[in-house]
């Protein structure tokens, strides 16, 4: 076996997507402009891989790279019988009914449509499940879960008294007429499945067992012929064949007694030991892609998706799947590709495995329960096939943290002073097992020099501002990292009334009315809300106008001609609301749209003295007293509020870069601020100077 040092790495997610560049050994199937990577534990990495090709427009692979190791070992899953068909969820059901789990899975062997017999050889947990007559491409796995990839071709022989006979089959469908000797057991189906006359020898082992390079011994239980199937008992073996068949065969077996014992033998034709050794392996009728490191491309054309398993001149296995027969997806390749592909990489030994609508690959990612199906078979649904191969993983819980799993937290820009929770949905440790609440060993710190800190029950306090990077750690090292931005001083707040959650800009009320208001203030930086309750601002008043209180929470004063503001301050920022308690007495307003306004009376006054005018707008005057100020505006505002004479400005020249952009009717109180020293322009970096209006 390979030694492999140990070491875990670290994601901090269930997948560890890794984005594929280009590469000078990915160009069979085109440019690569894309994929992921995952490591699974146990010494596995999953791979997907996008292509695009001049040729045939885009690719999609997926493989898994295992090294060959203890902690999960390549195993061959039929199911409960030879016979029938299943998809590879219903064969992860059946590893896990039987104790076994799944990590990563392929479908594998040529199959019967008819029956679901595999086309070739099967053995699994160190047993001959079917054999084929003559020899077929195999791959091999060991208990130590190191593979080889080699011609198979099984030669069994049934001997007694020093005569001996050929078994051409083990487990395949006898159908009238057929000449060779069968051996069925239970591992075939509950019945022989067979519909002529027959003779039958129904055997009980006393040793040894179906395995390359050993003997079995058995006792003969009954014999006689029978027309159609009977029932195999469970534990024994069948000898079968039909009464017309071959004579030898029909009558060493005809003269054959209860009791009498017989060898059975199993051998592999020019076995240098490695067949002995294998616990697990499947045939194919697929063809060699690579042999030896020769790169075979004697193939017929025509392009389908593909599977295929090879073997690295390392030892590594690569367990392969290509899509196809998608259009704008995945095309699939011809075989002579898929042999070019394999060797890119890295393979030394490869054989094709039933490919089309059966190609299918499943894992099993860190952070989940159950193993998905990864590809997009081409039927549009998994197909039944006859067999798979699976890593089996053979990890025990460890209860060291591995993976962390955790609640969205949505939008993570926060006002300096609030706090939050990051909330753990799963944890899973080092062998991917699902760990419970309390989650021991799980710790929480924070990477920030903000002023920010974190307790054991990831309960977050966020000061400053800057990024704070929220690390989750375990006894694997760093797990998982959530990063959240804090800020002291916003660049915008605003006002809402929580009553209707209308954003209050000032509050007007006529005297002696008794109000209170449930303010909220909100806070955004580049137009995003941040996380904040109202304890996180200061509030204030100015003016005998009422109180307000930290949670936001205004009550008016009784009384009249009373103003004031109040001020509501995130770091250096504080948002003013003008108040205004029957300040003004009702006057009528010369602005259409300022009626029921807060600032209406405010406004009028400012028109009468001949602050502000407005314009003509659809035949009525408006004043739009919501719109943000312009500078123009203001220059036109402030000059007459400081009843400044413009006629004394009107020689001033304009020297902006773009005074042509200021409105003729601003243009000489913009001189005159200008002149004043009450607006100077901007300075551009090259030196010029603009006004902005």
């Not at 076995?271 to 294998?278: H, I, K, L, N, P």
Request: aromatic share 10%; hydrophobic share 35%; charged share 20%.
């Amino acid at each position: 076996m390979k030694t492999v040092k140990r070491k875990i790495l670290l994601m901090t997610a269930a997948f560890l997507m890794l984005c594929c560049g280009a590469s000078a050994e990915a160009d069979v199937l085109g440019e690569v402009t894309g994929g992921w990577s995952s490591y699974m534990g146990a010494y596995t990495y999953f791979h997907n891989v996008q292509f695009t090709s001049d040729s045939v427009g885009k690719q999609t692979e997926y493989y898994v790279e295992y090294t060959p190791n203890s902690e999960a070992v390549p195993v061959v899953v039929n199911g409960k019988s030879i016979w029938g068909t299943r998809d590879i969820k219903e064969a992860e059901q059946y590893m896990q009914d039987n104790g076994l789990r799944p990590l990563a899975g392929i479908n594998a062997d040529y199959f019967s449509f008819t029956t679901g017999i595999p086309m070739g050889y099967t053995i699994i947990d160190g047993e001959i499940v079917s054999k084929e007559y003559g020899g077929q491409d195999a791959v091999g796995f060991r208990a130590d879960g190191t593979g080889f990839i080699k011609w198979l071709d099984i030669q069994t022989t049934l001997s007694s008294g020093g005569k001996s006979i050929n078994i051409m089959y083990i487990n395949k469908w006898l159908q009238a007429g057929f000449d060779p000797v069968y051996l069925l057991n239970d591992k075939f189906a509950n019945g022989t499945q067979t519909s002529s006359e027959c003779i039958f020898v129904i055997c009980t082992p006393t040793s040894g067992r179906l395995h390359i390079g050993e003997e079995m011994k058995l006792t003969v239980d009954d014999v006689f012929i029978y027309n159609g199937a009977i029932e195999i008992p469970d534990g024994k073996q069948v000898f079968v064949m039909d009464v017309t068949g071959d004579a030898a065969c029909y009558d060493f077996l005809s003269n054959l007694a209860k009791g009498q014992e017989l060898t059975l033998k199993n051998e592999a034709v020019g076995d240098d030991g490695a067949w002995a050794s294998a616990e697990n392996a499947v045939s194919s009728v697929g063809g060699r892609l690579i042999n030896n490191g020769t790169v075979n491309t004697n193939f017929e054309a025509g392009a389908a998706p593909r599977t295929a398993v090879g073997i690295k001149a390392d030892g590594n296995i690569i367990f392969y799947v290509l899509d196809g027969r998608q259009t704008g997806y995945s095309y699939g390749a011809q075989l002579s590709t898929l042999a070019k592909r394999m060797s890119e990489l890295g393979c030394v030994d490869a054989i094709n495995l039933d490919g089309g609508g059966s190609t299918t690959i499943s894992a099993l990612f860190p952070g989940s329960d159950s193993p998905m199906v990864v590809n997009s078979p081409s039927d549009g649904y998994l197909r039944n096939v006859a067999n798979f191969i699976f890593l089996k993983d053979n990890r025990t819980r460890t209860g060291i943290p591995w993976i962390v799993n955790l609640e969205d937290a949505g939008n993570t820009n926060y006002l300096s002073g609030m706090s939050t929770k990051i909330n753990i949905t799963s944890v899973y440790d080092t062998a991917n097992y699902k760990m419970e609440a309390p989650y021991e060993g799980v710790h929480f710190r924070v990477d920030t020099d903000t002023g920010s800190s974190i307790d054991d029950e990831g309960y977050l306090y966020l000061s400053g501002t800057g990024t704070v990077n929220a690390v989750v750690y375990g006894g694997a090292g760093d797990i998982a990292t959530r990063v959240y931005t804090v800020y002291e001083t916003p660049e915008e707040m605003k006002i809402y009334n929580q009553a209707d959650w209308k954003e209050v800009t000032g509050i007007y009320t006529e005297a002696d009315e008794e109000m209170q208001l449930y303010l909220s203030a909100s806070s955004y930086v580049n137009g995003v809300e941040l996380n904040s309750n109202n304890r996180m601002f200061k509030w204030e008043t100015e003016g005998d106008i009422g109180t307000v209180t930290e949670d936001g929470i205004f009550t008016l004063a009784k009384g009249e001609n009373r103003s004031g503001k109040i001020l509501v301050t995130a770091g250096d920022l504080t948002k003013e609301i003008p108040v205004v308690i029957g300040a003004y007495p009702p006057a009528p307003t010369p602005f259409y749209d300022t009626e029921n306004h807060w600032a209406r009376d405010i406004i009028s006054e400012m028109a009468s003295r001949g602050i502000v005018s407005g314009q003509e707008e659809d035949g009525v005057t408006v004043f739009k007293p919501d719109n943000n100020m312009t500078r123009a505006e203001y220059a036109s505002m402030i000059t007459h509020y400081l009843n400044i004479d413009l006629s004394e400005y009107e020689n001033e020249p304009l020297n902006f870069l773009d005074a042509d952009e200021i409105p003729p009717w601003a243009q000489s109180a913009v001189k005159a601020a200008y002149a004043e020293g009450i607006i100077l322009g901007r300075v551009n970096d090259d030196g010029t100077v603009e006004f902005a209006p």
